[in-house]
């Protein structure tokens, strides 16, 4: 029994003296990632500009010639010629834009008598003036600009001479009344600017 005893403690203390243990050695760090390099920045590409048709709109300015004629006579004969009386005209010939009839020719046009002096004694004549106020296209009314007149021609030369043969004849002699007769030209301008769009094609 003692033989048996000394061998197991001979056997633990082989056993305990073969049997070493190591300090814990601290694990090696992991090795640093590299952090992946940042994406390039890329500018937005510019907006592109997109070529489309030309515009179907235009502008026909102010300022555009209208050539009107009279489609009345009026005169001062007669005395019966008013300020602020309306005279009828129409348009003489198309007012284009390009290609395009803005102003059709015959379309209705009207003026105002701006002043008016009648015929008189000691060889005074008769005078018009008056303006151009719109022309009508189906249901627009356009503002038009411009003037016209017309002077009699005066009895000054027949007076002195009647006032040297006879005083009293000088005060019965007159001049001619002031006429501007049907078909006679007029010279009018537009008074606004007038946006035209192209038919559809």
Do not use: C, H, Y
């Not at 590409?45 to 997109?50: C, L, S």
């Not at 300022?63 to 005209?89: F, S, Y």
């Amino acid at each position: 029994m003692f033989t048996t005893i000394a061998f197991a403690a001979a056997v633990a203390a082989q056993s305990s003296s073969a049997v070493q243990f190591k300090p814990l050695q601290a694990m090696p760090a992991p090795a640093a990632i590299a952090p992946a390099p940042a994406a390039a920045t890329i500018a937005p590409p510019a907006a592109q500009a997109v070529i489309i048709a030309p515009a179907t709109e235009s502008v026909l300015r102010s300022g555009t010639e209208v050539p009107l004629v009279m489609a009345e006579t009026i005169t001062t004969n007669g005395k019966k010629l008013r300020i602020g009386q309306r005279v009828r005209l129409t348009v003489a010939s198309d007012v284009r834009l390009g290609s395009l009839v803005v102003i059709p020719a015959g379309s209705p046009a009207e003026g105002e008598i701006t002043d008016v002096r009648n015929k008189g004694m000691w060889g005074k004549s008769g005078r018009i003036e008056a303006r151009v106020l719109s022309v009508r296209v189906g249901d627009r009314l356009i503002r038009l600009s411009g003037t016209f007149d017309d002077k009699g021609v005066t009895g000054t030369a027949g007076v002195v001479g009647a006032v040297l043969l006879l005083p009293v004849a000088g005060f019965f002699m007159t001049g001619t009344s002031a006429t501007i007769q049907a078909g006679g030209g007029v010279k009018a301008f537009l008074d606004e600017d007038l946006r035209i769009g192209a038919p559809a094609q």
